[in-house]
């Protein structure tokens, strides 16, 4: 007798691989097998999820389609792989979680920590819920994910809850395939989870912290990824003293509010600002500030944005609503440092800064600071790529034949870890600069590789001789080594950012690259792809009057731009004192090409800013001070080889300066003779090549008045423009670069032929 099609029995065995732990990935599968009657098993390993059904065919058909559109909403599913089998599973006609198997290498993919949700938050406000008022409410949908990972696959004994003993009403949810927290490794309550303590004030500990902050004191607070530094964004005094303790004179805090009203209220907030800070990953977003923000001076000096960030913890949103203002939350470290993660270390270095510790006992295992984010053309443009972000992995335009170390660059520093398709960018890390922040960088590798079960084979590394991330490269034992240059780097990124991979333009504008001809560049345009790149034209060569202090001291730039010249403006008056000895220094001093320092000089002649307390600042300043509505744009040079007359902007702008026209204005017509050369030689090289698609990289991208007219000009001048979006323009991206290059050299020495 026939068996009806729809009753026909089978088994198979399916593999699911990407972000699928640690987001509720077997609860969901369980809830869906049960539902069609299915019988089996799901469970976690090394490689992602494995499930056995057995059951009919139209069944498992069903399943099958439906575990890909109806996955939860954390996951990511990059590939499913379905075997036949006869037989699969001994449960009986049940379906069940299963022990997760531990063996094996590492495939699988880690979640990033994701702001609490909307249930959760429902549970912490009602006072007849057991978690009510809880600071560490969280489910399958949210909560810490990286930060406490310390291997996988992804079960709590793995995770810094380990210490944290489910109690019976925990369990009994933890086992409730009908629960949100059906297998949610972090669950807990108030009777066996962790718990919050104030140190340095008396009272409850949410009380007395918002004594503390309401007092004018500054308060430490143990967040996901790191301690912050809070004080009321309205207090300046309060703000002023956190600038002395923590050493940092200008650079703009970041301000947390409670919801998107109170964001409307101190800034600009239209329908993609919303999006982005209601975004899962709850990042720091940069927004036009309202005249009447009540913000205090000292928070951002000076700027017309603010950064705004909603809570992303239940212990921010009891904070909030304990103080009932906006606060001041920033990185948790004295200046040059990293964030600040483990307890004792952040008693020792946060001593002297907090009057008060709001702290916690569940342990941190990676740091992770806030990513930051401002919007462009209707989206969100990343500036610095870390919590909510890292690590959902890039797809590399071509596979990685073997496992490949991206070592990045000095400032702004990430690793990339490449394995596959896959390019696992660390979480910011900082400067590598000092002791601390190389050794969170060696750390971070060392616990990425195990996580992502990486053993790099390949090195990529700037050949800049004095990075200390070319030297932790050039020190590792039985590796194969490749240099890629930096600004190449930084094109690449982008087209890895863009899941490109072929030969374009590449406009590479920052403060400095280290030069195949031993100057240093930044102001570079190249034909470049994964592979090579040609330098085809560039900002004329400056000398570097004293090295890195013209870094320091952005006037030294206006010096070697004027070439000596200009005794008779103010930016020579301000430093007569120096300013022979200053030029008489330009012919021995190193070369740059820099659109940074090209930036530098004409915000010093314009007395923006003589002398930088973080880097990147008189640039920044000077596009602060520019006037949007002016058109205007000066001339420069570009000789039949494109090497382009830098100092014909700045001559133009002291000429105004002379006429007396407002530096608002010389500045805007500087913004826009930039925006022009770019655009005029980009036309010529695409003359030359037939190229018409160009990447911008580089940390003077993030400038969005030269950003924004150079993809309107290059637009209109019939390119396709490439920009970025998920990893910074700045050196941030470097290490995803430097992966993307020796994945690409790696299959031109497979093939033969150019990706």
Request: proline share 6%; with cysteine.
């Given at each position: 007798?026939?068996?009806?099609?729809?009753?026909?029995?089978?088994?198979?065995?399916?593999?699911?691989?990407?972000?699928?732990?640690?987001?509720?990935?077997?609860?969901?599968?369980?809830?869906?097998?049960?539902?069609?009657?299915?019988?089996?098993?799901?469970?976690?390993?090394?490689?992602?999820?494995?499930?056995?059904?057995?059951?009919?065919?139209?069944?498992?058909?069903?399943?099958?389609?439906?575990?890909?559109?109806?996955?939860?909403?954390?996951?990511?599913?990059?590939?499913?792989?379905?075997?036949?089998?006869?037989?699969?599973?001994?449960?009986?006609?049940?379906?069940?979680?299963?022990?997760?198997?531990?063996?094996?290498?590492?495939?699988?993919?880690?979640?990033?920590?994701?702001?609490?949700?909307?249930?959760?938050?429902?549970?912490?406000?009602?006072?007849?819920?057991?978690?009510?008022?809880?600071?560490?409410?969280?489910?399958?949908?949210?909560?810490?994910?990286?930060?406490?990972?310390?291997?996988?696959?992804?079960?709590?004994?793995?995770?810094?809850?380990?210490?944290?003993?489910?109690?019976?009403?925990?369990?009994?949810?933890?086992?409730?395939?009908?629960?949100?927290?059906?297998?949610?490794?972090?669950?807990?309550?108030?009777?066996?989870?962790?718990?919050?303590?104030?140190?340095?004030?008396?009272?409850?500990?949410?009380?007395?912290?918002?004594?503390?902050?309401?007092?004018?004191?500054?308060?430490?607070?143990?967040?996901?990824?790191?301690?912050h530094l809070a004080v009321l964004a309205s207090d300046e005094s309060a703000a002023a003293e956190l600038r002395r303790r923590k050493?940092?004179?200008?650079?703009?805090?970041?301000?947390?509010?409670?919801?998107?009203?109170?964001?409307?209220?101190?800034?600009?907030?239209?329908?993609?600002?919303?999006?982005?800070?209601?975004?899962?990953?709850?990042?720091?977003?940069?927004?036009?500030?309202?005249?009447?923000?009540?913000?205090?001076?000292?928070?951002?000096?000076?700027?017309?944005?603010?950064?705004?960030?909603?809570?992303?913890?239940?212990?921010?949103?009891?904070l909030l609503a304990a103080v009932s203002a906006p606060i001041v939350l920033t990185s948790g470290n004295g200046s040059d440092e990293?964030?600040?993660?483990?307890?004792?270390?952040?008693?020792?270095?946060?001593?002297?800064?907090?009057?008060?510790?709001?702290?916690?006992?569940?342990?941190?295992?990676?740091?992770?600071?806030?990513?930051?984010?401002?919007?462009?053309?209707?989206?969100?443009?990343?500036?610095?790529?870390?919590?909510?972000?890292?690590?959902?992995?890039?797809?590399?335009?071509?596979?990685?034949?073997?496992?490949?170390?991206?070592?990045?660059?000095?400032?702004?520093?990430?690793?990339?870890?490449?394995?596959?398709?896959?390019?696992?960018?660390?979480?910011?890390?900082?400067?590598?600069?000092?002791?601390?922040?190389?050794r969170s960088y060696a750390e971070g590798i060392e616990h990425f590789a195990a996580l992502f079960g990486v053993r790099p084979e390949?090195?990529?590394?700037?050949?800049?001789?004095?990075?200390?991330?070319?030297?932790?490269?050039?020190?590792?034992?039985?590796?194969?080594?490749?240099?890629?240059?930096?600004?190449?780097?930084?094109?690449?990124?982008?087209?890895?950012?863009?899941?490109?991979?072929?030969?374009?333009?590449?406009?590479?504008?920052?403060?400095?690259?280290?030069?195949?001809?031993?100057?240093?560049?930044?102001?570079?345009?190249?034909?470049?792809?994964?592979?090579?790149?040609?330098?085809?034209?560039?900002?004329?060569?400056?000398?570097?009057?004293?090295?890195?202090?013209?870094?320091?001291?952005?006037?030294?730039?206006?010096?070697?731009?004027?070439?000596?010249?200009?005794?008779?403006?103010?930016?020579?008056?301000?430093?007569?004192?120096?300013?022979?000895?200053?030029?008489?220094?330009?012919?021995?001093?190193?070369?740059?090409?820099?659109?940074?320092?090209?930036?530098?000089?004409?915000?010093?002649?314009?007395?923006?800013?003589?002398?930088?307390?973080?880097?990147?600042?008189?640039?920044?300043?000077?596009?602060?001070?520019?006037?949007?509505?002016?058109?205007?744009?000066?001339?420069?040079?570009?000789?039949?080889?494109?090497?382009?007359?830098?100092?014909?902007?700045?001559?133009?702008?002291?000429?105004?300066?002379?006429?007396?026209?407002?530096?608002?204005?010389?500045?805007?017509?500087?913004?826009?003779?930039?925006?022009?050369?770019?655009?005029?030689?980009?036309?010529?090289?695409?003359?030359?090549?037939?190229?018409?698609?160009?990447?911008?990289?580089?940390?003077?991208?993030?400038?969005?008045?030269?950003?924004?007219?150079?993809?309107?000009?290059?637009?209109?001048?019939?390119?396709?423009?490439?920009?970025?979006?998920?990893?910074?323009?700045?050196?941030?991206?470097?290490?995803?670069?430097?992966?993307?290059?020796?994945?690409?050299?790696?299959?031109?020495?497979?093939?033969?032929?150019?990706?």
């Amino acid at each position: 007798m026939l068996v009806p099609l729809q009753t026909v029995m089978m088994g198979v065995r399916v593999r699911v691989e990407g972000v699928v732990q640690g987001v509720g990935f077997r609860p969901f599968v369980h809830g869906l097998a049960t539902q069609l009657g299915l019988a089996g098993q799901v469970g976690n390993d090394a490689h992602g999820v494995f499930v056995e059904l057995e059951g009919g065919r139209d069944q498992i058909g069903e399943f099958l389609v439906r575990l890909e559109c109806d996955a939860p909403p954390l996951a990511s599913i990059e590939r499913v792989t379905v075997t036949s089998t006869p037989r699969v599973t001994r449960a009986g006609g049940r379906f069940r979680i299963v022990e997760s198997d531990p063996s094996g290498t590492s495939r699988t993919l880690v979640s990033p920590d994701i702001a609490t949700c909307a249930d959760c938050l429902a549970e912490l406000a009602d006072p007849a819920d057991r978690r009510y008022r809880y600071p560490f409410v969280n489910c399958v949908n949210c909560g810490p994910r990286l930060t406490i990972v310390r291997a996988v696959p992804y079960d709590r004994p793995l995770t810094t809850m380990a210490g944290f003993e489910m109690c019976g009403d925990c369990r009994a949810e933890y086992h409730d395939p009908a629960d949100r927290r059906f297998h949610a490794q972090p669950i807990c309550c108030p009777a066996c989870g962790p718990t919050l303590s104030l140190m340095g004030a008396a009272g409850d500990p949410l009380t007395g912290a918002a004594d503390v902050l309401r007092a004018g004191g500054v308060l430490a607070v143990k967040g996901i990824g790191g301690y912050h530094l809070a004080v009321l964004a309205s207090d300046e005094s309060a703000a002023a003293e956190l600038r002395r303790r923590k050493r940092r004179a200008d650079k703009p805090f970041a301000v947390m509010v409670a919801d998107l009203d109170e964001a409307g209220r101190l800034c600009e907030v239209d329908t993609v600002a919303a999006a982005l800070l209601t975004d899962r990953a709850r990042p720091i977003v940069l927004l036009p500030r309202r005249p009447e923000a009540a913000v205090a001076g000292a928070v951002a000096p000076g700027e017309r944005c603010l950064g705004l960030m909603l809570p992303y913890t239940p212990l921010h949103h009891l904070l909030l609503a304990a103080v009932s203002a906006p606060i001041v939350l920033t990185s948790g470290n004295g200046s040059d440092e990293p964030i600040a993660y483990d307890d004792h270390d952040a008693l020792d270095r946060l001593g002297g800064i907090a009057d008060a510790f709001l702290t916690h006992d569940r342990p941190i295992h990676l740091r992770a600071d806030d990513s930051v984010v401002r919007p462009f053309r209707g989206q969100g443009m990343i500036l610095r790529r870390s919590r909510g972000h890292a690590p959902r992995p890039f797809t590399l335009p071509y596979e990685a034949s073997r496992h490949i170390l991206g070592c990045g660059a000095e400032l702004k520093s990430t690793f990339c870890l490449g394995k596959g398709r896959h390019a696992f960018v660390s979480p910011h890390i900082g400067d590598l600069e000092n002791y601390e922040t190389l050794r969170s960088y060696a750390e971070g590798i060392e616990h990425f590789a195990a996580l992502f079960g990486v053993r790099p084979e390949v090195v990529a590394y700037d050949p800049h001789p004095e990075y200390l991330s070319t030297k932790h490269a050039l020190d590792l034992p039985d590796v194969e080594l490749t240099a890629v240059q930096h600004h190449h780097a930084h094109i690449a990124s982008c087209l890895a950012d863009n899941g490109e991979h072929g030969r374009v333009i590449g406009v590479a504008f920052d403060g400095l690259g280290y030069g195949l001809d031993g100057t240093l560049w930044g102001g570079e345009f190249l034909l470049a792809d994964l592979v090579s790149f040609e330098r085809a034209g560039h900002l004329a060569p400056v000398p570097m009057p004293g090295g890195s202090l013209a870094i320091r001291q952005p006037w030294r730039m206006a010096a070697a731009y004027l070439d000596g010249d200009g005794e008779a403006l103010d930016v020579a008056r301000r430093h007569e004192r120096w300013w022979a000895s200053v030029t008489s220094m330009m012919p021995g001093a190193v070369l740059t090409s820099s659109a940074g320092r090209l930036f530098d000089a004409v915000a010093a002649l314009l007395g923006v800013r003589d002398t930088i307390t973080y880097e990147g600042q008189a640039a920044i300043e000077l596009e602060r001070l520019a006037d949007p509505a002016e058109r205007g744009a000066y001339p420069a040079g570009v000789s039949d080889d494109l090497v382009v007359a830098g100092a014909d902007l700045v001559r133009a702008a002291a000429a105004d300066l002379v006429a007396r026209v407002e530096p608002a204005v010389i500045s805007a017509r500087f913004h826009n003779g930039v925006s022009e050369v770019i655009v005029r030689c980009c036309r010529a090289l695409r003359d030359a090549t037939g190229l018409a698609t160009v990447a911008l990289s580089g940390g003077v991208f993030q400038n969005m008045l030269l950003l924004r007219r150079t993809v309107e000009r290059l637009g209109g001048a019939g390119f396709r423009v490439l920009t970025h979006t998920g990893v910074p323009a700045n050196d941030g991206g470097i290490s995803l670069g430097q992966v993307a290059v020796a994945a690409g050299r790696d299959r031109l020495s497979a093939y033969g032929d150019q990706p």
